[in-house]
């Protein structure tokens, strides 16, 4: 028969290794956490990025139509003043 000190020292050691055990799976745990932390804040910076290259050619393109209607409205002009010019001009500007 076990004394009552080796049975406490048998039970705290099995709690004792619960313990170990727990502490395993939380340390992996932490670890998966800690990985998926790092890859969502790697994705919000994309994502940071992608926005910012957005309102870039927003910007862009907001430029390239005062441009294009800028243009036409030299081409048109220069229909306008000089009326020699080939009439197929004149189609491609019935088009914007």
């Known amino acids: 028969m076990q004394s009552s000190v080796q049975q406490e020292n048998m039970m705290l050691r099995l709690h004792f290794e619960a313990i170990v055990q727990d502490n395993s799976l939380l340390k992996r745990a932490v670890v998966t956490q800690q990985k998926r932390h790092r890859e969502t804040e790697d994705q ?22 005062v441009n294009k209607y800028a243009l036409t409205l030299h081409l048109k002009q220069a229909l306008q003043d000089n009326s020699s010019i080939p009439s197929q001009y004149h189609l491609f500007l019935g088009k914007t």
């Open 44 to 65: 919000n910076q994309e994502l940071q990025g992608l926005r910012q290259m957005v309102t870039q050619y927003h910007e862009q393109l907001k430029t390239l139509e």
